[in-house]
């Protein structure tokens, strides 16, 4: 089975700290992704990636950056995080073209900013 | 803005079939329909997707109407486990657009 690991499950950072999310697949998928979820909003798309070094803005990127060096790792970077940005991240991946079978998500890095 | 409409709630009592509708009557010729769910504090899980043909995987039935303009997903003997969202979503074949997720069916399975 794909495995989609994010390497924080919970995590608690400082107003204007820079935070790092990373999220790591390992079945070679072509597309990753990172959504926030907030109660009564569902999930957002915040960024997604289709290649290695390609980024492409979802809904919500404001606040936000991301990074993909490699193949397998997607990263979502808070420049200066701020106390709206608490909310629980999923990072998704997905295999390109017609064998796609839809995303796998990690368990979510639930994110509070203080 | 969301393609499906689905009720925000459902009841379902252990061991019976879970019926959970889902209304979509702007889909496309070439929009699929796709079904995930979210138990508490996990992400989201694939569960079954269609075109038009009625489809059957080891989690669950997806009955698509002839019209395509609604589904139904089916949990033939619900657990409490199965408690959990649940999103169904149209979207093209392939990685063409993005998973858009509307606010799903809260399903209660219940002793």
């Known amino acids: 089975d794909v495995k989609v690991t994010q390497s924080s499950r919970y995590l608690v950072k400082r107003t204007g700290e820079k935070v790092f999310l990373e999220c790591v697949q390992d079945m070679d998928h072509e597309n990753m992704f990172w959504y926030r979820q907030d109660p009564g909003l569902g999930l957002r798309l915040i960024y997604f990636s289709y290649d290695v070094k390609m980024k492409e803005k979802g809904d919500i990127p404001e606040g936000y950056s991301v990074s993909r060096e490699k193949k397998e790792r997607f990263s979502l970077i808070l420049e200066s995080a701020s106390t709206n940005q608490t909310s629980m991240y999923l990072c998704a991946s997905s295999l390109e073209g017609t064998s796609w079978r839809g995303y796998t998500f990690g368990s979510g890095t639930r994110l509070t900013v203080v | 803005d969301a393609k499906t409409t689905q009720p925000p709630s459902m009841d379902c009592a252990e061991g019976r079939a879970a019926n959970l509708p889902c209304n979509h009557s702007?889909?496309?010729?070439?929009?699929?329909v796709y079904w995930y769910r979210q138990i508490h504090s996990q992400g989201p899980q694939y569960i079954i997707h269609?075109?038009?043909n009625n489809e059957t995987n080891e989690m669950a039935s997806l009955i698509i109407t002839e019209d395509r303009k609604s589904s139904t997903l089916i949990l033939p003997h619900a657990t409490l486990r199965d408690t959990a969202v649940y999103y169904c979503?149209?979207?093209?074949?392939?990685?063409?657009?993005?998973?858009?997720f509307g606010k799903g069916t809260k399903l209660s399975v219940k002793p």
């Open positions: 269609g075109l038009k």
């Open positions: 702007t889909i496309s010729g070439n929009e699929y």
């Open positions: 979503i149209v979207k093209g074949r392939g990685s063409q657009g993005n998973l858009i």
